[in-house]
T-cell receptor, first 114, second 113 residues
Framework: AQSVTQLGSHVSVSEGALVLLRCNYS??????LFWYVQYPNQGLQLLLK????ATLVKGINGFEAEFKKSETSFHLTKPSAHMSDAAEYFC????????????WGAGTKLIIKP | EAQVTQNPRYLITVTGKKLTVTCSQN?????MSWYRQDPGLGLRQIYY???????DKGDVPEGYKVSRKEKRNFPLILESPSPNQTSLYFC????????????FGPGTRLTVT
């Protein structure tokens, strides 16, 4: 069965520092991979997605993620954190085996220190 | 504006009092889904619908009902709410085939006392 693991329920970085949020998935077939962001008291918004093609995917607000098949990872990065990046981030995977239902990680809350 | 709407946004109710949370999308999406979000558990799917009159159970369907009589609407029904259904609920939709990204409503925060 598919699963998604996000390492760290909370990640704290200083403003201006590198943001790295980790996501590992299990899937025996080519996956579709997603990162969603949830700002306080709001719904989920798509940050970026990998479907096929280029493995480095750029999203909104300066975020990007790289699909590494050999490592079954899809880590989210941003070179320089901003206070407005404080939110909860969810990684999700879907594939033909899940009938394209989204399988979700537990989420990582990103805390930005001034 | 393309969007998924949910009503109400906040609801406090008592155990056993039937309630309905409405969900509507204006993107002509075939697929719609309900999730609940609880701290530390991420999102768990309650029910989903691949098209009108087609619904299927997700991971946590107990205590919930849904219907899909029209393409745009997918209400979530709690016939006899209990305190363990206190949660944040999200409705989502997507096209049937494609990149499978889902579009989310703003959420409904339900408290059952």
């Amino acid at each position: 069965a598919q699963s998604v693991t996000q390492l760290g329920s909370h990640v704290s970085v200083s403003e201006g520092a590198l943001v790295l949020l980790r996501c590992n998935y299990s899937s025996s077939v080519p996956p579709y991979l997603f990162w969603y962001v949830q700002y306080p008291n709001q719904g989920l918004q798509l940050l970026l997605k990998y479907t096929t093609g280029a493995t480095l995917v750029k999203g909104i607000n300066g975020f990007e993620a790289e699909f590494k098949k050999s490592e079954t990872s899809f880590h989210l990065t941003k070179p320089s954190a901003h206070m407005s990046d404080a939110a909860e981030y969810f990684c999700a995977v879907s594939d033909v085996d899940s009938n394209y239902q989204l399988i979700w990680g537990a989420g990582t809350k990103l805390i930005i220190k001034p | 504006e393309a969007q998924v709407t949910q009503n109400p946004r906040y609801l406090i109710t008592v155990t056993g009092k039937k309630l309905t949370v409405t969900c509507s999308q204006n993107m002509n999406h075939e697929y719609m889904s309900w999730y609940r979000q609880d701290p530390g558990l991420g999102l768990r799917q309650i029910y989903y619908s691949m098209n009108v009159e087609v619904t299927d159970k997700g991971d946590v369907p107990e205590g919930y009902k849904v219907s899909r009589k029209e393409k745009r609407n997918f209400p979530l029904i709690l016939e006899s709410p209990s305190p363990n259904q206190t949660s944040l609920y999200f409705c989502a939709s997507r096209i049937k085939q494609g990149t499978y990204e889902q579009y989310f409503g703003p959420g409904t925060r339900l408290t059952v006392t």
